[in-house]
């Protein structure tokens, strides 16, 4: 079982920045990939970023392309999302998640952290 915590929401003007962080603990960690999601209210969750937990390979939605980068330390079990240039169309609730499998699933999934930006 992994369990995941997610940490680094809040408040923010417009133009600020935010570093949302996830740590995982429970079991022996090295999957196939991590990412993180959000869902503002009223929607649906969309896909934010990943990364590949070997190679580090990142993508990115086209709505946080070179705002917000995704990183992750191995050694720590520890994922972050940095998160700059915010625009109040990022105010969501921001969800961890990891997957497993060579399908593309995601099989785990953090608490949820609430981002609001502020216009």
């Known amino acids: 079982q992994v369990q995941l915590v997610e940490s680094g929401g809040g408040l923010v003007q417009a133009g600020g920045s935010l570093r949302l962080s996830c740590a995982a603990s429970?079991?022996?960690?090295?999957?196939?990939?991590v990412g993180w999601f959000r869902q503002a209210p009223g929607k649906e969750r969309e896909f934010v970023a990943r990364i590949t937990w070997s190679g580090g390979f990142t993508y990115y939605a086209d709505s946080v392309q070179g705002r917000f980068t995704i990183s992750r330390d191995t050694a720590k079990n520890t994922w972050y999302l940095q998160m700059n240039s915010l625009k109040p169309e990022d105010t969501a609730v921001y969800y961890c998640?990891?997957?497993?499998?060579?399908?593309?699933?995601?099989?785990?999934w953090g608490q949820g952290t609430q981002v609001t930006v502020s216009s």
């Open positions: 998640a990891v997957g497993f499998g060579s399908s593309g699933t995601w099989d785990y």
């Open positions: 429970g079991r022996a960690f090295r999957p196939p990939r």
